[in-house]
């Protein structure tokens, strides 16, 4: 069974400073890992995916997440934190090896940046 | 920003009523899907295609319907709403059936039925 978690329900950082949204998840094959941001009144947007290859990847907005394989980990981070950073951030896994095509979610964290 | 787009966007009904909800996108994606969102909770899949003539049951059971008869067209009905299926409904879409591709979403459906 697929299963994402993310830790902490609300992140608050200081503008400048570095973030960091966690996310572990367990799946049975291979992980296809996403993180997606949910602005007020908006839809998710895509931020990010890891399918294959370097562990470092890089999406939009400045964002990054790291894969670790042996922590079954996929944080999202990125070096120094904006007020317009502040939104709802969702981390989502789907196993790459079986056919399935659901793509599990976590709660979601609400990261706010203090000005 | 993504071509996807939900109508309408708040809908306050009473208890019995046949509702749909409207999902269109112009990307010519093969692939769309339906959500359920509580709030503060995560999203849980309620239907998805694979294409036109083609529907599949998601995880979490719903008593609501879909079709797809065209590629940009995905509505999810409600022939008889009840309180218990206030939530926020975000339907999305993905270009091809490859596991890897990611889904872009429309801005949600919140549904209140009293």
């Known amino acids: 069974a697929q299963s994402v978690a993310q830790p902490e329900d609300q992140v608050n950082v200081a503008e400048g400073n570095p973030l960091t949204v966690k996310c572990t998840y367990s799946v049975s094959g291979n992980p296809y890992l996403f993180w997606y941001v949910q602005y007020p009144n908006r839809g998710l947007q895509f931020l990010l995916k890891?399918?294959?290859?370097?562990?470092l990847v890089k999406g939009s907005y400045g964002f990054e997440a790291e894969f670790n394989k042996s922590q079954t980990s996929f944080h999202l981070k990125k070096p120094s934190a904006l007020v317009s950073d502040s939104a709802l951030y969702f981390c989502?896994?789907?196993?790459?090896?079986?056919?399935?095509?659901?793509?599990?979610f976590g709660t979601g964290t609400r990261l706010t940046v203090i000005p | 920003e993504a071509d996807i787009y939900q109508t309408p966007r708040y809908l306050v009904i009473g208890t019995g009523k046949k509702i749909t909800l409207e999902c269109s996108q112009t990307m010519g994606h093969d692939k769309m899907y339906w959500y359920q969102q509580d709030p503060g909770m995560e999203l849980h899949l309620i239907h998805y295609?694979?294409?036109?003539?083609?529907?599949e049951k998601g995880d979490l059971s719903s008593e609501s319907t879909v079709s797809r008869i065209r590629t940009e067209h995905f509505p999810l009905t409600l022939e008889s709403a009840r309180p218990s299926h206030t939530s926020q409904y975000l339907c999305?879409?993905?270009?091809?059936?490859?596991?890897?591709?990611?889904?872009?979403f429309g801005p949600g459906t919140r549904l209140t039925v009293l």
């Open positions: 295609s694979y294409g036109v003539n083609s529907t």
């Open positions: 989502a896994v789907r196993d790459g090896s079986t056919g399935a095509n659901n793509l599990f």
């Open positions: 890891y399918i294959t290859g370097d562990n």
């Open positions: 999305a879409s993905s270009e091809g059936l490859a596991r890897r591709d990611e889904q872009f």
